[in-house]
């Protein structure tokens, strides 16, 4: 309705600015009140009939949507002009005698500015139509990509985790299976432990992060199946503060770190590792590190598939560059540090 009336008012103004220039200033207050009775009526009018009319002939060519626009248009044109005619005589802006002179002198005039403006603000409204439709179409792809991207993310990170668990829950098996017949007290501890391995593994299927507590008994866990194997060759340390508990971290991240030093260094060598797992608040990231008294290794030799490939993989999809994993000589041995950002969400 308000722009019924800013179009019609407008109108009126142009077509009273019009009658001024052709017969003369002294009629203009009484043109421009019959211009604003006659454009109220035809806008009307034409708000009414055109919106339904160019969405009925949306599927036409452009030619046949203008044609029966501007005929539309004429068609509200001649009646309104009537109308406002007599509703000006009605008001006394006309002389009952003069009627239809006044009819044959402003049609002229109101056909082409009903013309000119009905068809302006048709191109207009199907421009802003248009634009409308393209954002909501732009809207949509964005939507359906940010879709498919989580869903791929999701879909890449369910796989790495599924490549980790098995590996683990091998390792334990063998761990134990070691100490049945020599050790039947010894193997029954353990199998205990490696119920509550059992079930962190299957309590994280689905989630993309754990509370680093839930991660440290993980490792506790899995450190006691490896020293019952090894005996004093695994000598373990752990140092995680209690504040940093509730730190979101992915699962089976730190116990990776932990298995790399127990595989390639303690069970590896006679002598077995002394391996110290730490953990410190770095800003607003945690550190995680792994030390262990072996030769160190090279990220960039690690071979595709290895457990620390799918860690660094994991972090790169869950936090992208925030997430580092790192690798380094220290204090005559090896150390590996994850950091995490502590808002786990997957990368934009």
Not at 116 to 123: K, M
Not at 160 to 174: D, G, K, Q, T, V
Not at 229 to 239: I, N, P, V, Y
Request: aromatic share 4%; hydrophobic share 50%; net charge neutral.
């Amino acid at each position: 309705m308000l722009k019924v009336l800013t179009v019609t008012t407008v109108g009126a103004v142009l077509l009273a600015i019009v009658t001024g220039f052709l017969v003369g200033w002294s009629s203009v207050p009484a043109r421009f009140t019959f211009a604003l009775i006659c454009s109220t009526i035809i806008g009307a009018a034409a708000g009414l009939i055109l919106p339904p009319l160019a969405h009925r002939l949306s599927g036409h060519k452009p030619v046949v949507i203008w044609l029966a626009i501007a005929g539309a248009l004429v068609a509200i044109a001649v009646p309104g002009s009537v109308v406002a005619g007599v509703v000006a005589q009605v008001l006394g802006l006309v002389e009952p005698g003069s009627f239809w002179a006044v009819q044959r002198a402003g049609f002229g005039i109101t056909l082409v500015m009903t013309l000119s403006i009905g068809i302006g603000i048709s191109i207009h409204e199907r421009t802003r139509a248009r634009l409308d439709e393209a954002r909501e179409e732009l809207q949509a792809r964005e939507l359906e990509a940010e879709r498919a991207r989580r869903l791929a993310v999701d879909a890449r990170l369910a796989s790495l985790e599924s490549r980790l668990h098995p590996h683990f829950l091998f390792n334990a098996i063998a761990a134990i299976s070691a100490e049945i017949r020599e050790a039947p007290e010894r193997a029954e501890r353990l199998l205990g432990e490696f119920a509550d391995l059992l079930r962190a593994s299957l309590d994280s299927s689905g989630r993309h992060v754990v509370p680093l507590r839930d991660e440290v008994a993980v490792v506790q866990a899995y450190l006691e199946i490896e020293k019952a194997r090894l005996g004093e060759r695994l000598r373990a340390k752990l140092d995680v503060p209690d504040e940093l508990d509730a730190w979101p971290i992915p699962p089976f991240a730190l116990h990776t770190l932990v298995q790399n030093s127990v595989k390639h260094v303690a069970a590896a060598r006679p002598a077995g590792a002394e391996i110290r797992v730490s953990a410190r608040r770095g800003g607003e990231h945690l550190e995680l590190g792994v030390w262990d008294d072996g030769p160190g290794i090279d990220l960039l030799t690690v071979q595709p598939g290895h457990g620390l490939d799918s860690l660094r993989a994991r972090l790169s999809v869950l936090f992208g560059a925030r997430a580092t994993l790192d690798a380094r000589a220290c204090d005559g041995g090896g150390l590996v540090t994850m950091t995490i950002p502590g808002h786990a969400s997957p990368k934009p």
